[in-house]
């Protein structure tokens, strides 16, 4: 008699039975690989969507028309996505000329995103005409390679240049992964 056979009696199991249990734990321990495998695969994902190339230019589209009787200037820059599909978080001024006028008075800035392709013909009525411009109020959105977004700038009449900055990610639920991208200083 030999120690399995000893061991088979004892517990009362066949040999087919320890057989089986083998088996269980075979496909028990390749359950756990899977797992581990899947783990280490989005890890490594993840370290490549943040290398994904997350780019962005600024041009004026239209110089400063005069609003609000001449109290505020209204401009449109267009934020041209060109690397790869993008969630733009927010757009803002970072820097102007003369500098100041951020310190001053930043609630003069005001940066929207314009529902139409061109500037309202009557410019006071922006308000009416549902341009989705509001002071400290921004949509976030996706924006896909080679898309371009209108953006309508309020800005003080004394504004010679403007620097912008766009806040990307990759994903809408990134938070960690966000880019700030910004312009060169662009004249008005």
């Known amino acids: 008699m030999t120690p399995q056979d000893g061991a088979s009696a004892w517990l009362g199991l ?3 039975d320890w057989t089986n249990i083998a088996t269980i734990f ?16 989005v890890g490594a994902l993840r370290t490549q969507r943040e290398a994904l190339p997350v780019s962005v230019e600024f041009r004026v589209v239209t110089r400063k028309h005069p609003i609000n009787s001449g109290k505020n ?12 599909r993008a969630y733009l978080r927010d757009v803002y001024v970072a820097d102007c000329s003369p500098k100041d006028l951020l310190e ?29 411009l509001s002071r400290g109020l921004f ?5 896909l390679p080679g898309q371009s977004l209108k953006l ?22 990134e938070k960690e992964g966000t880019r700030l991208l910004s312009s060169d200083y662009i004249e008005v």
Do not use: C
């Open 73 to 84: 200037h209204l401009m449109a820059v267009e934020l041209k996505n060109t690397g790869v």
């Open 26 to 41: 075979g496909a028990i321990g390749t359950f756990i690989t899977a797992i581990v495998a899947l783990v280490v695969s």
């Open 104 to 132: 001053d008075m930043p609630s003069r800035f005001a940066v929207g995103v314009a529902t139409g392709d061109s500037l309202p013909e009557e410019l006071d009525s922006i308000h009416k005409r549902q341009a989705k």
């Open 14 to 16: 066949s040999l087919q």
């Open 152 to 173: 309508l700038l309020i800005v003080p009449p004394e504004l010679r240049e403007i620097k912008l900055t766009a806040v990307l990610s990759v994903r809408k639920s």
């Open 139 to 143: 949509l976030s959105q996706y924006i």
